[in-house]
């Protein structure tokens, strides 16, 4: 059985959300969902003042196009192109040829922007070495690692703050790993 790999669907711009819901029926009515995964729309959220206060309203990073995280099944396929609304997948030559995936890279980035993908951070330090603090009130304090949290993407770090040691959670990007020569 092939993986499950994000393609993307053109719709009617403005009606991405609409598609979506029905797309997410037809999934669950005809028992596809081993096929289908995820369904979204790359929406950021604006704040916008009216009247003085803030309002928060979701602005469409693509419009006209829906993110399906699917197994390219011929089922599937034939469910996502015949939902209402749907206009075809991008990637396709069409002539009934089924469409390219997304690249791992481009979904990645696009669901970081949104806050949905996972954050993958490379470190170069580990439990028990020193680092210095590169950004925000404790920049350029030096410190121990005492523990690494990967989920959260933060070190626990024993810094020395008014003359005694405290642990201090700091995200792994504004650390940096101190070598000794």
Request: charged share 25%.
């Amino acid at each position: 059985m092939e993986d499950k790999q994000w393609y993307v669907v053109n719709t009617y711009a403005g009606h991405e959300n609409r598609v979506k819901e029905n797309l997410q029926r037809r999934v669950d009515s005809m028992g596809i969902s081993e096929f289908m995964f995820k369904i979204l729309v790359a929406e950021e959220t604006e704040v916008e003042y009216k009247n003085g206060k803030p309002v928060e309203k979701a602005k469409n990073l693509f419009p006209g196009y829906l993110f399906v995280q699917m197994i390219m099944t011929d089922e599937a396929w034939y469910v996502v192109r015949n939902t209402p609304g749907v206009t075809g997948f991008i990637g396709s030559s069409g002539g009934g040829a089924k469409p390219f995936p997304v690249s791992p890279e481009e979904i990645e980035s696009i669901l970081r922007r949104i806050g949905v993908g996972e954050k993958k951070i490379n470190v170069d330090f580990t439990v028990g070495d020193r680092v210095k603090v590169l950004t925000g009130p404790l920049i350029n304090i030096e410190g121990v690692v005492e523990s690494m949290s990967n989920e959260n993407c933060e070190a626990t770090v024993l810094c020395v703050l008014f003359g005694r040691e405290t642990p201090t959670e700091i995200s792994y990007d504004d650390l940096q790993k101190i070598d000794f020569i």
